[in-house]
């Protein structure tokens, strides 16, 4: 895929080459204006009598990177160049009409070219200062390692859960907070037993389930829903004294904890998922639960 000139390029081009409004001779006698255009403008010759406005200098520094840039990618499939390189190359060519006998015509190493940038500092037979400084600062971007793209950081994953409480017979809000002070920081109402949970996460997929106090737990459940019993966790009018849940695919860790209701506290945060080991559930058995909280750090 062929380059472009990068935001830093042009502004190393414009530092070097400055831009005049009016026409000028350069270092060796040739009329220049803008950011060193020396041909014809619209059609007409380029005389000292020339003069163009700052956005028609702009237009022409980007005509004339134009065929630079194609100049230089004609030697990318030679060597594959990152930005850095291609940058210093086109205002290199720029200044100095080509990168031909700087690459020996594409036989030279990478090495072998930034070594002999800083060659090139001559006009006229004469050292100059601004060109030796140009070269030098080419070189040293040429040089420069380009840093590794930032990969984006990917968005965690939400947990959404709601459950279904007993003596009202209804289901709460849908929750994706967590705040155990806040009542839509879980889902719940302190005092009421609840009998239902149903949970989704936005990425990957939730596995869930829920023992009841009659001493079952419940099937496994992977969807979401409120009236379609195979995609909510519990049955109707049957307490919930525990539960576990378990993503995979997700952004994150998943975590959750159940509040009982008879000693009205919240019990520890849990990150496994088991029917058998109470650290890798939620609740105790035999203890109503009236509140629910998942979340996905």
């Given at each position: ?24 001779q ?39 990177l134009a ?145 009841r ?15 379609d ?40 945060w ?28």
């Amino acid at each position: 895929m062929a380059r472009t000139t990068s935001k830093q390029g042009i502004l190393l081009i414009k530092k070097f080459e400055g831009c005049r409004l009016s026409a000028y001779q350069d270092a060796v006698g040739v009329t220049t204006i803008g950011y060193g255009w020396t041909k014809a403008i619209d059609g007409k010759p380029l005389t000292m009598q020339s003069k163009i406005t700052q956005e028609k200098a702009d237009a022409l520094l980007t005509e004339g990177l134009a065929s630079f840039e194609a100049h230089v990618n004609a030697y990318d499939p030679t060597y594959h160049w990152n930005q850095n390189q291609f940058d210093a190359l086109v205002s290199f060519a720029y200044n100095i009409g080509s990168i031909h006998q700087l690459t020996a015509n594409g036989t030279r190493s990478i090495p072998e070219i930034a070594q002999k940038i800083t060659a090139y500092s001559k006009a006229g037979g004469k050292t100059l200062p601004g060109l030796k400084r140009r070269r030098e600062e080419e070189k040293a971007l040429f040089q420069a390692p380009v840093p590794a793209p930032k990969k984006d950081k990917a968005e965690r994953a939400l947990v959404t859960y709601q459950s279904h409480r007993i003596p009202d017979n209804r289901w709460g809000h849908e929750i994706t907070g967590c705040n155990a002070t806040d009542s839509m920081g879980y889902s719940g109402v302190i005092g009421k037993a609840i009998d239902k949970i149903a949970v989704k996460v936005s990425q990957g997929s939730v596995t869930y389930l829920a023992h009841r106090t009659d001493g079952n737990w419940g099937k496994e459940i992977t969807g979401f829903s409120t009236t379609d019993t195979n995609r909510y966790a519990g049955s109707g009018g049957k307490p919930i004294d525990a539960f576990a849940v378990k993503a995979d695919g997700i952004n994150g860790r998943l975590s959750y904890r159940a509040h009982r209701k008879a000693e009205g506290k919240w019990g520890n945060w849990i990150t496994g998922y088991s029917k058998t080991d109470a650290n890798r559930y939620a609740g105790i058995f035999g203890r109503e639960i009236d509140a629910i909280q998942i979340r996905i750090e």
